[in-house]
């Protein structure tokens, strides 16, 4: 049994943030204070240790050997599976398919669903928000059918102009593909709300939860969304391995995306192959064992959280973040949404965020400077590029303060 | 200021960074080249006016950080009035002194005087922002080349 933050303790981040040893570093002679978690969170010594363990006892692969060690991989790693369905409230186990991230997951939807379902005159809609990994997939995909990429605009407080929403629904709009969260300046969308627009139309959609999963509770039931995507690494687990959950019946229809070994359930040299029953047709290949490991003890240990106490400690913390870095001479903030996530980005009037980041580092304090992989929408707000502090539920104050702290520090070099 | 990151944001790289020399555009350019570091956004257009075989003006026009805009400043100031070979080899030293590699040659420009610009030295310890001293340098190269492509760091 894996114990939530801080060993089950009622929530507090200084003892959840001991689960954590990378965060218990020095860098620079400065404490670490890392609030780069938009871009990846760090481990809890109980994925570490799953990992570990995985290799230590259990590794072997998986589904097609008949000794010990073989069965308890294939337990194990079908065991992460639906510790994974029990985190999204999916239906079933095989609507939960393992990839390398929420990249590989789009772009398993955009090669797969998109290649069937979406043909010349057609569009995909999209959204101005958008990771640069839930707009390539889609713009390749365009390209190669002939189809046409719309794209919902944003106000200048980076929120989705809804009622552009519904006139860009139309007849031959094949799929909606939008974020849960927006990465870069992170605005919540009113996801229920688009799911139902586009579904009054019939059109399927996909989130890109990439950005939600560590922060907000999803149960894709009651969202009733299509698709919905996961990165392992932004909520808590390893690098290299995510989710596509994927409603059953869309994911049955959808021809496999990889070829190889696992998805196949029979070849021959003179017919063509039989595809392996679900989940295993999109899973070709030996997966990523360790990876889905650590992100089966990942969500074990955020679904043994209080969820709740988090989520207002992670918010309050935003906010305080927000007030002391707006209140930096010189500091504005970039979209701030009436609905946003523990996300800051800003700029400082005349210093290239690198600098700021650059600056940051030299006092202990990790953030993300550049366009986050989010060109279009850092244009569409008028910027090239922006500094971000996004914030994880083992942050505190005294991270924000050294922030804040820091950018005294750059404002004084700069300003 | 009182951080380490004093030896990459030397005085006299902030000073060009605040005020940068020969920013605008070149009317009568005899070669220009435009660079770009899409990491960071960071977009140069190097223009210059030769003369036979002399760099008569040089000027740059672009956004980008406080390293690459004191880079193209001090840059296009370094090289005005040198010859094409000149500037040349000057950019090869520059790259040496920043370089990792020149780092373990203990190189310091290697018997051509670097002038002022040996206030960059220090960006060789931050492997991610050499970058940003370079693309002005880089981009200064096509123009001399003649390219008419854009340069990228990446």
Redesign the interface.
């Known amino acids: 049994m894996i114990a939530g933050p801080g060993g089950g303790e009622p929530f507090s981040p200084e003892t959840a943030r001991a689960d954590f040893p990378a965060l218990a570093q020095l860098i620079?002679g400065h404490p670490l204070a890392y609030l780069d978690n938009a871009a990846t969170t760090q481990m809890p010594n109980a994925v570490i240790d799953a990992v570990a363990g995985f290799g230590r006892a259990d590794r072997a692969n998986v589904h097609r050997g008949v000794h010990a060690l073989s069965e308890r991989a294939t337990a194990v790693y079908e065991g992460a599976r639906a510790a994974v369905r029990r985190f999204l409230n999916a239906r079933e186990a095989r609507e939960i398919v393992f990839v390398r991230g929420a990249t590989e997951a789009i772009n398993l939807v955009a090669h797969s669903f998109g290649r069937t379902r979406v043909g010349a005159g057609d569009q995909v809609l999209v959204t101005a928000l958008e990771h640069h990994s839930n707009l390539v997939p889609w713009q390749m995909l365009c390209a190669e059918r002939g189809a046409q990429l719309r794209v919902v605009p944003v106000t200048a407080d980076g929120e989705l102009a809804l009622d552009a929403v519904d006139a860009a629904l139309g007849p031959r709009t094949r799929l909606l593909a939008v974020a849960h969260i927006a990465n870069a300046i992170g605005t919540v969308n009113p996801i229920a709300d688009l799911i139902a627009r586009a579904h009054a139309r019939g059109v399927p959609v996909l989130v890109d939860g990439a950005q939600a999963a560590a922060h907000l509770p999803i149960d894709v039931q009651a969202l009733g969304c299509d698709f919905y995507a996961l990165s392992g690494h932004k909520m808590y687990g390893p690098t290299g391995i995510g989710v596509l959950y994927g409603r059953a019946e869309l994911l049955e229809a959808m021809p496999p995306f990889l070829g190889g070994g696992e998805m196949v359930r029979a070849v021959s040299l003179t017919e063509g192959p039989s595809w392996a029953a679900l989940p295993h047709k999109f899973e070709a290949g030996t997966p990523n064992l360790e990876g889905a490991v650590g992100l089966g003890a990942a969500v074990a240990y955020l679904g043994a959280a209080d969820r709740a106490a988090i989520a207002a400690h992670e918010r309050a913390l935003g906010e305080y973040t927000a007030a002391r870095i707006a209140a930096v001479p010189g500091v504005r903030l970039i979209g701030r949404a009436r609905d946003h996530a523990a996300i800051v980005s800003f700029v400082m009037d005349g210093?290239?965020?690198?600098?700021i980041g650059?600056?940051l580092d030299?006092?202990g304090v990790a953030i993300r400077?550049?366009?986050h992989c989010a060109q279009p929408l850092l244009e569409s707000l008028g910027v090239?590029?922006t500094a971000r502090a996004s914030i994880a539920f083992y942050n505190t104050r005294s991270d924000v303060d050294a922030l804040a702290d820091a950018l005294g520090?750059v404002h004084?070099?700069?300003g | 200021?009182?951080?380490?990151?004093d030896d990459?944001?030397q005085r006299i790289v902030?000073a060009h960074?605040?005020q940068p020399r020969n920013q605008g555009p070149l009317p009568g350019a005899t070669h220009q080249a435009r660079g770009d570091n899409p990491?960071?956004?960071d977009r140069w257009v190097v223009s210059l006016i030769l003369d036979d075989d002399q760099i008569r003006e040089a000027r740059y026009e672009g956004?980008?950080?406080?390293?690459?805009t004191a880079a193209a400043s001090m840059m296009t100031g370094a090289v005005r009035g040198r010859t094409r070979g000149e500037a040349e080899e000057l950019s090869r030293a520059f790259e040496r002194l920043i370089s990792a590699a020149g780092a373990q040659a203990g190189a310091d420009g290697e018997g051509i005087d670097l002038g002022d610009l040996v206030a960059f030295a220090g960006v060789r310890r931050?492997p991610?922002?050499v970058k940003?001293a370079r693309l002005p340098w880089q981009t200064l190269m096509a123009a001399l080349g003649g390219a008419t492509s854009t340069v990228s760091t990446e």
């Open positions: 620079h210093v290239h965020p690198h600098d650059t600056i030299r006092h400077a550049g366009h090239a590029a520090a004084e070099v700069f | 200021m009182s951080t380490d990151a990459l944001y902030l960074a605040h990491f960071c956004g956004t980008g950080c406080a390293i690459s931050y991610v922002r940003c």
